[in-house]
């Protein structure tokens, strides 16, 4: 019983393959028998779950993410788990990853082996990594077979992903088994590609055959998760240089891999594509073909020498999104008297037709501009709300040092218990002329037992004085980094978008509303106002659980501290929801607690000043 009383949890994680699809009751089941049989305590929220998930991802796996937080903020004392493949398939990202499980003063199990993993010295340390190294490898050998087999089937011009607009997969079938999976040509679909080229050829822009495409509520190609359910012009776009349309099946253009402890794709040579002509899935003919791809390679040069892709200039640009639709908010050319101006416009609307998006309403660039920068370093940047949110933090601090003061009797006398237990042993060890196994186990395990205790009871005392002048470096800081953000709102919109960006949470909505004066926009988000302490704000020597966080680059969390304990787990920052209502405010990645009486307004872009939304708000044309 050699985790009696012990709180425990268990980490389960399953890949996409399809025969895994029990593997997660399979694990869970397991690992809680094993528990069972060893006296450990299981909580259900203490169950953690990553499905579809391979053993490579660190940065997109809730379940590991929230477990390593839980063991950071003492929630629990053991993880079981079955094996270190289902931890992670990287060397170097297991290795630490299970160090800083270990350095939370979490024990880890693997039920499989019925073996505890330790890192006491240099030895415990080569093997984890020995171990973490065979996974690793029999990662890649899968993934070699696996691109192997797809090659294989690529070049004999069959199915080796998923549907393509314009074609149906059709399965081949010997008896009751799948022998192979076909394309097969969709009539339905091949007479709207035909229609894209057609008209693409004819001159007609991409805009114009969306728009109408949308309006007489022709199906567009199916997008998965990220899709609205309606045709977009980089879609036609992509349709009209797929070279599959003219029966030439091209493969291998793009490489899965992982960076950075996530999936990416990057562009292979193109010595490397696998190109299969199949002339019984040709849709278009040569002649069409041609046409289109001389129209688009002089478009191609027109966007080039436009300077397509270059940064956003304006503020707002790729921050905001249409409170309508989702879509994003754009920058377009607009009239005010006979003067043109910049004017922030739905681009949905604009490019997929109202049947898409009804929100037709266009503003001023620089009025909105002015009024959000305006806004946030008046109310979001304000001294007020950073003092509220840095009391919450004291407060709640304050309770959970008292709930650890209240622990250290209990702990104080297992300690004692346990350390009377092993003088025990000891002296009946001395007594006998041979040494059992059995006891010299027992007298291994206890020892553990309180070198483990022993350290939360330091941590335990040390605590308060830590946390004590931790918050008082923080909130000098904090002050300075206020300081210094009020100051760049008001310079280069890069460097204003920058701040935005570290402040908000999510995107910024911007929604249609009547007026007095007309349509204006609502403006909406979720400010964040741990950028204050991001860059280093919290790196001195604080307890464990506190002394880390996270900053942004280019707008993506990027980890201050080394390894996998940083990666994404600030659960989001502190977020203070702009809103009539209270809603969570979160303080960094441990700590969480309800909003105080302060109320944050809404902001109207239409309006020089912020109000509640029950109250009535002077307005100034922008």
């Not at 979490?106 to 340390?125: P, Q, S």
């Not at 940047?381 to 919450?392: N, P």
Request: charged share 30%.
């Amino acid at each position: 019983m050699k985790l009696f009383g012990l709180r425990c949890a268990i980490y389960a994680r399953r890949s996409k393959e399809e025969h895994q699809a029990a593997s997660i009751e399979v694990q869970t089941g397991e690992g809680s028998r094993y528990l069972t049989n060893h006296g450990g305590t299981l909580a259900p929220e203490h169950v953690f779950v990553d499905a579809d998930h391979g053993r490579a991802e660190f940065k997109k796996r809730p379940g590991l993410i929230a477990m390593l937080n839980a063991a950071e903020r003492g929630e629990f004392d053991v993880v079981v788990v079955r094996d270190e493949s289902r931890l992670g398939g990287d060397t170097n990202r297991t290795s630490l990853f299970i160090q800083d499980l270990l350095d939370a003063g979490v024990r880890l199990f693997y039920y499989f082996t019925d073996e505890e993993v330790t890192i006491d010295g240099a030895v415990d340390k080569f093997m984890i990594n020995v171990r973490n190294f065979a996974s690793e490898l029999e990662r890649e050998k899968i993934s070699q077979r696996t691109h192997e087999h797809l090659m294989t089937k690529a070049r004999r011009g069959l199915v080796v992903g998923g549907r393509v607009y314009g074609y149906d997969n059709a399965e081949v079938r010997g008896g009751e088994q799948r022998i192979r999976v076909e394309y097969k040509i969709n009539e339905e679909q091949a007479a709207i590609i035909r229609e894209l080229f057609k008209r693409y050829a004819d001159g007609e822009g991409l805009r114009s055959i969306v728009k109408d495409l949308n309006a007489r509520r022709v199906p567009p190609p199916r997008a998965g998760k990220r899709g609205t359910g309606s045709w977009a012009t980089s879609a036609v776009w992509s349709m009209l240089r797929r070279e599959r349309y003219r029966g030439i099946l091209v493969w291998n253009t793009r490489e899965k891999t992982y960076k950075g402890g996530t999936k990416v794709r990057i562009a292979r040579d193109p010595s490397e594509w696998i190109r299969t002509e199949v002339p019984h899935l040709r849709i278009v003919d040569d002649e069409l073909w041609f046409a289109v791809q001389a129209r688009a390679q002089a478009q191609e040069h027109r966007e080039t020498r436009r300077g397509a892709g270059r940064p956003a200039r304006h503020l707002l640009s790729g921050l905001a999104r249409c409170g309508q639709c989702g879509g994003p908010m754009t920058v377009t050319n607009g009239k005010r008297s006979y003067e043109t101006v910049k004017v922030y416009g739905c681009a949905y609307s604009r490019d997929r037709g109202k049947t898409v998006c009804a929100n037709t309403l266009r503003r001023p660039v620089d009025g909105i501009n002015d009024a959000v920068a305006r806004w946030i370093s008046q109310t979001v940047l304000s001294e007020a709300l950073l003092l509220d949110v840095i009391q919450h933090v004291r407060t709640l601090l304050a309770e959970r040092t008292t709930k650890t003061t209240t622990d250290l009797p209990r702990m104080e006398k297992e300690a004692a218990r346990l350390r009377t237990e092993i003088d025990r042993l000891v002296t009946a060890l001395a007594t006998i002329d041979q040494k059992p196994e059995a006891v010299i186990r027992a007298i291994a395990d206890r020892q553990e037992e309180l070198s483990a205790l022993e350290a939360r009871l330091r941590g335990a005392k040390a605590a308060p004085e830590a946390i004590q002048l931790e918050l008082r470096r923080m909130e000098a800081e904090a002050r300075r980094r206020l300081d210094e953000l009020k100051g760049t709102l008001t310079r280069k919109p890069e460097q204003a978008r920058e701040v935005i960006s570290m402040l908000f949470e999510g995107p910024i909505k911007l929604t249609p509303i009547e007026t007095p004066e007309g349509k204006r926009f609502w403006v909406e988000g979720s400010a964040n106002l741990w950028a204050l302490f991001a860059a280093g704000c919290l790196k001195s020597a604080s307890p464990a659980g506190y002394a880390r966080s996270c900053t942004r680059q280019n707008g993506v969390r990027q980890p201050l501290c080394r390894g996998s304990s940083c990666r994404e787990r600030c659960e989001r920052s502190r977020e203070v929801r702009l809103s009539s209502r209270r809603r969570p405010v979160r303080l960094g990645r441990y700590c969480r607690i309800q909003s105080s009486s302060r109320l944050l307004p809404m902001w109207d872009a239409s309006a020089h000043r912020c109000s509640h939304p029950d109250q009535g708000a002077d307005r100034t044309d922008l």
